[in-house]
């Protein structure tokens, strides 16, 4: 009994650790945030991905993603197939979700809200303000954003080119972890991972095939 | 955050593993189909058909696949080969844009794609449900439209066959399929698989060898 409270201690500091952000000078801390926000898109694209999917268990499967975006509008068009091309799931999210086409386990509301989430989370910049800008543990340049919930991203760039951006929780425990390649000229990496975590862990591997900037 | 994906982790042992196994059968016939109507036989009545296919033991082809949605800007492109060898050897295989191998021989079904670690193979339980459905390819291969369980067939015109699924939940995925056969007898030209009026796929089979020689690795081996 005398070693529950130790437990419960644990669990409550387990995630609370942060990276600490070392302030740097004006110029340099606008760079900073200009190369943080560089990562984000911006303007309407049509993107494709194969997606590998290690899911819950163990198991692998691949898809095709294709994602009509626009920050402009903040509005998502999701279609996802086999590699046959089989559509297996289509939703539009612009304010709420609707759900065009689903089949069997893709027909299922918080799927499609989850498939949403992920992909703001992904491609548009977080939607509080940047909170702090400057030298992470590990000495690399990023940014801390505030996020909804009282849940915080921080954007680190990586010694190879690339990126890398997680989404905490209030405690500082990691809800979804994303490592990008170096970006082209375009502002889009074409090796993207996306790690969620906790009890029902997976892991999205994603290579683009195709963008192309609309009109 | 909201966690998506382990919902389909989830279903794969539970109710929707049921449905896995319908579609994955869907989704097999819709291979097995890619390979069977390459052996068709050019015929513009379905004793022609049965009798060209009869000499059909074997098929390569390349293919062009396009892909058509109303939200896409350009059709998505893929390439690939189709190896079939009759009774129950099948090799469907995407080249581009990603490496994607379907491979089906002595009852059993497997499937790999192309990932960070090199080709991954697809566990998926669907696959399993695979193997159900191979049989199916010999009532094809024999050109045995009339009476198939799964699809309604009729002759449009001197050269176009038109399937149309007799269940509706698998109406659902395909609405109709179109087979636009080649002068060349025993030789599909071109296949389109409607989902709806404005979403389908068309494959374009090029190169067709009509009994080559085929190493058994091919459909064993994803390599």
């Known amino acids: 009994m005398k070693r529950l409270p130790l437990v419960f201690l644990l669990l409550l500091s387990a995630c609370a650790h942060l990276p600490n952000v070392q302030p740097v000078d004006g110029d340099r801390q606008s760079r900073i945030e200009a190369d943080c926000q560089s990562h984000f898109l911006r303007g309407r694209w049509q993107l494709v991905h194969t997606i590998n999917a290690r899911l819950y268990g ?77 030298r992470f543990d590990g000495d690399t340049d990023g940014c801390r954003y505030r996020a909804a919930r009282q849940q915080s991203v921080d954007l680190v760039e990586q010694p190879d080119g690339g990126w890398r951006m997680q989404l905490d929780d209030p405690s500082g425990c990691p809800l979804r972890t994303v490592t990008a390649g170096p970006p082209d000229p375009n502002g ?18 994603m290579t683009l095939v195709e963008a192309v900037r609309l009109q | 955050m909201r966690q998506p994906i382990f919902i389909l982790g989830d279903c794969l042992t539970n109710p929707y593993k049921r449905w896995l196994r319908q579609f994955a059968g869907r989704l097999s016939c819709f291979a097995l189909v890619m390979a069977a109507v390459l052996c068709l036989g050019w015929a513009e009545t379905w004793e022609g058909i049965r009798a060209a296919a009869k000499g059909v033991d074997s098929i390569s082809a390349d293919f062009v696949q ?11 492109v893929s390439t690939g080969r189709l190896l079939y060898r009759r009774p129950d050897s099948l090799r469907w295989e995407y080249t581009s844009p990603v490496k994607n191998i379907l491979l089906m021989h002595d009852g059993t ?39 198939n369980p799964l699809f309604d067939a009729s002759l449009d015109g001197a050269n176009k066959i038109q399937l149309v699924p007799k269940d509706a939940g698998m109406a659902r995925f395909i609405q109709r399929i179109e087979l636009l056969m ?13 989902e709806s009026d404005e979403a389908f796929t068309r494959m374009v089979f090029i190169n067709t060898q009509v009994n080559p020689a085929i190493d058994d690795r091919l459909f064993q081996e994803a390599q």
């Open chain 1, 58 to 134: 163990g198991r692998e499967t691949a898809l095709t993603g294709v994602i009509i975006l626009s920050t402009a509008e903040a509005s998502i068009h999701c279609v996802l197939m086999t590699l046959e091309g089989f559509v297996l799931f289509e939703a539009k999210s612009h304010g709420g979700v609707s759900v065009k086409r689903a089949f069997g386990p893709f027909a299922n509301a918080n799927f499609a809200r989850g498939v949403m989430d992920d992909i703001r989370f992904l491609f548009f910049a977080p939607e509080g303000s940047i909170i702090a800008a400057g």
């Open chain 1, 188 to 205: 889009l990496s074409h090796r993207m991972t996306l790690d969620a975590h906790g009890r029902h862990a997976y892991r999205l591997s």
């Open chain 2, 66 to 76: 396009e892909k058509h949605l109303p939200i896409l800007a350009a059709p998505l």
């Open chain 2, 109 to 147: 079904a497997r499937r790999f794609a192309q990932s960070d670690q090199g080709l991954v193979e697809d566990a998926s339980v669907h696959m399993q449900a695979m193997q159900f459905v191979m049989p199916e390819i010999s009532g094809w291969l024999g050109g045995r439209f009339e009476g």
């Open chain 2, 182 to 194: 080649s002068d060349r007898p025993g030789v599909i030209e071109e296949v389109v698989i409607f």
